[in-house]
């Protein structure tokens, strides 16, 4: 079985401009999530998507949003980049039900 | 609010050696405890789990007890090797096991360097 993939996995932006990242999650995982790392603040919470609609959203302002298609594939949107939004944006799925996510290798934006 | 405190690294070990790498949490009712691990370049991957106090994770060699009486769930590996070295997170589920909302919380990693 495939596991979770993102794309694109490497993004330049410039402050300003808006970015939108993809993740396909593992067949038959209806929940995805998504997580911020960064050096300074480590893994954080952005949202779950389950079966189309928000679940969970973590503390990030409106400029970072989410959406999920009907076959489980979710984007998320970044507005009017900023130079501290430079970080490793990961993917997560799992199955209905159960706790463990599961990985993508992730999207790596800079903005400058 | 729930809470995961790992030690801080680096930490730099000679292959074989032991390691331990401490994670203490704080949560209101019974979250399930995860220990991801990343190695270079990669995502997260699952490196192990426990659902309730006392139970054991294990996995490649490496194991952690869920201690509810001192809220840890330290990470130890009996012999370390040099294909071990990456970034090891301790992390919780929010919330426990009701609906679908669900978050991890996570520690701020632990970077294992082994040395041949």
């Known amino acids: 079985k495939a596991g979770v993939t993102q794309t694109p996995r490497y993004l330049i932006k410039t402050r300003g401009q808006q970015v939108t990242l993809s993740c396909s999650p593992i067949s038959g995982h209806r929940s995805v999530s998504w997580y911020q790392q960064t050096p300074g603040q480590g893994l954080q919470f952005l949202f779950e998507y389950f079966s189309e609609t928000q679940r969970n959203k973590g503390n990030f302002p409106g400029r970072f949003s989410g959406r999920q298609f009907s076959n489980s594939r979710s984007e998320m949107n970044v507005s009017t980049l900023e130079l501290g939004d430079s970080a490793l944006y990961l993917c997560?799925?799992?199955?209905?039900?159960?706790?463990?996510?599961?990985f993508g290798p992730g999207t790596r934006l800079l903005v400058l | 609010g729930n809470s995961v405190t790992q030690m801080e690294g680096p930490v730099t070990l000679s292959e074989e050696a032991f390691l331990t790498i401490n994670c203490t949490y704080t949560?209101?009712?019974?979250?399930?405890l995860f220990w991801y691990v990343q190695y270079p370049g990669e995502g997260l991957q699952l490196l192990l789990k426990a659902t309730k106090a006392d139970d054991k994770g294990s996995n490649k060699g490496f194991e952690a007890t869920y201690r509810k009486e001192t809220t840890s769930f330290h990470l130890e590996k009996g012999s370390v090797q040099v294909s071990d070295s990456a970034v090891y997170f301790c992390a919780l589920s929010d919330e426990g096991w009701a609906g679908n909302n669900r978050k991890l919380i996570w520690g701020l990693g632990t970077s294992l360097a082994v040395n041949p």
């Open positions: 997560a799925s799992r199955n209905q039900g159960a706790e463990t996510q599961y």
């Open positions: 949560a209101t009712g019974y979250p399930s």
